[in-house]
């Protein structure tokens, strides 16, 4: 059993900053890629940032130069910094992981998290 825990969520006014964190835990040996998806009322959940083992990112072109992935790999986390927030970033987010378990790669996704853009 894998668990992620997000948190960081919340509202915050436009141009203001929020940081998310996750926690990867349980039965998952290897990580490959952790990462953060998205997901608007009535929209398809897109992808964020996602970064490898070895610490190459990929952003989408909408957070490019606002947001920052990092992770630790010592303690199976990954945070994303969101700076100068606009209210198109109004979304559930999610963390992902694909991993190991000792058998096979999956993929792995949190509960989720709100942040709320809004003055």
């Known amino acids: 059993q894998v668990q992620l825990v997000e948190s960081g969520g919340g509202l915050v006014q436009p141009g203001g900053s929020l940081r998310l964190s996750c926690a990867a835990s349980?039965?998952?040996?290897?990580?490959?890629?952790m990462g953060w998806y998205r997901q608007a009322p009535g929209k398809q959940r897109e992808l964020v940032a996602t970064i490898t083992s070895g610490g190459s990112t990929n952003y989408a072109d909408s957070v490019k130069g606002r947001f920052t992935i990092s992770r630790d790999n010592t303690k199976s986390t990954v945070s994303l910094q969101m700076n100068s927030l606009k209210p198109e970033d109004t979304a559930i987010y999610y963390c992902?992981?694909?991993?190991?378990?000792?058998?096979?790669?999956?993929?792995?996704w949190g509960q989720g998290t709100q942040v709320t853009v809004s003055s």
């Open positions: 992902y992981v694909r991993g190991s378990n000792g058998i096979r790669f999956g993929d792995y």
């Open positions: 349980g039965r998952l040996f290897s990580i490959n890629v």
